[in-house]
C-alpha cells in the first residue's frame, strides 16, 4: 500500500524558511515534485527530482528561493525554502511518478500519487 506523508509546514515571517518533507512508502517511485493550489485555483508546479536527485526543475517563481532535494534511503523527498513571500500562502503537496523512463514530469497529471498536503502560511 503506497503512503505519501507530508510535514513541515506552518506560519513563518516573510522572509524565514521553512522545510517541508515528504516520506513515500510502499513501493519504488521515479521522479518526485511538489506543487502548491490556493484555494478555487489549479495545482501548480514547484520543483520535481529524477529518481536519484541528479536533475532537478523549479518554477520561475521559486528559482533561488526553493530547492528541492531527495533521501531515498529515507523514502523522503524535501522542498527547502527560504527567503518565503506572502504570495507563497497555499498548500503544498508530494508527488511520485512510477515510470522511469521518462524525463522528470512537472504536471500534476503526470503523477501518481499524491500527499494529503500540508499548509504554508507567511504573514506579512
Known amino acids: 500500500q503506497v503512503q505519501m506523508v507530508e510535514s513541515g509546514g506552518g506560519l513563518v515571517q516573510s522572509g524565514g524558511s521553512l522545510r517541508l518533507s515528504c516520506v513515500a512508502s510502499?513501493?519504488?517511485?521515479?521522479?518526485m515534485g511538489w506543487f502548491r493550489q490556493a484555494p478555487g485555483k489549479e495545482r501548480d508546479f514547484v520543483a520535481a527530482i529524477n529518481w536519484n536527485g541528479g536533475t532537478t526543475y523549479n518554477a520561475d517563481s521559486v528559482k533561488g528561493r526553493f530547492t528541492i532535494s531527495r533521501d531515498n534511503a529515507k523514502n523522503t523527498v524535501y522542498l527547502q525554502m527560504n527567503s518565503l513571500k506572502p504570495e507563497d500562502t497555499v498548500v503544498y503537496y508530494c508527488?511520485?511518478?512510477?515510470?522511469?523512463?521518462?524525463?522528470?514530469?512537472?504536471?500534476?497529471?503526470?503523477?501518481?500519487?499524491w500527499g494529503q498536503g500540508t499548509q504554508v502560511t507567511v504573514s506579512s
Open positions: 508527488a511520485a511518478d512510477i515510470i522511469m523512463s521518462r524525463a522528470v514530469p512537472t504536471t500534476p497529471s503526470e503523477y501518481f500519487y
Open positions: 510502499g513501493r519504488t517511485f521515479s521522479s
